[in-house]
């Protein structure tokens, strides 16, 4: 089993900036994708951004240009710098890793969420 623990959410000013942080922890060999997505109620969750084996990069038009996704691989950590916020980005935020067991199985696995508020 795989936990993915999350970190960073809160409320914010429009124009602010905020950090999540989420660490993978358990029956891991390796984590292949990390990413973080997001969804307000009554929409799907949406893929915000990805980073795949700690270096390619992929993002939601939304936030190109703000939102910064990188990633510890010795730590199992990735994290997501959240710049020039806007009310739009209001949201639960969840971490997402496919992670690939000491048993070679690969699963995806999802965090709890946190919740991000962009308020005035």
């Known amino acids: 089993q795989v936990q993915l623990v999350e970190s960073g959410g809160g409320l914010v000013q429009p124009g602010g900036s905020l950090r999540l942080s989420c660490a993978a922890s358990?029956?891991?060999?390796?984590?292949?994708?990390m990413g973080w997505y997001r969804q307000v109620p009554g929409k799907q969750r949406e893929l915000v951004a990805w980073?795949?084996?700690?270096?390619?990069?992929n993002y939601a038009d939304s936030v190109k240009g703000r939102f910064t996704i990188s990633r510890d691989n010795a730590k199992n950590t990735v994290t997501l710098q959240m710049n020039s916020l806007k009310l739009e980005d209001t949201a639960v935020y969840y971490c997402?890793?496919?992670?690939?067991?000491?048993?070679?199985?690969?699963?995806?696995?999802w965090g709890q969420g946190t919740q991000v508020t962009v308020s005035s």
């Open positions: 358990g029956n891991i060999f390796r984590i292949p994708v």
């Open positions: 980073i795949i084996s700690g270096v390619s990069t």
């Open positions: 997402h890793a496919r992670v690939t067991s000491l048993t070679r199985s690969a699963d995806d696995y």
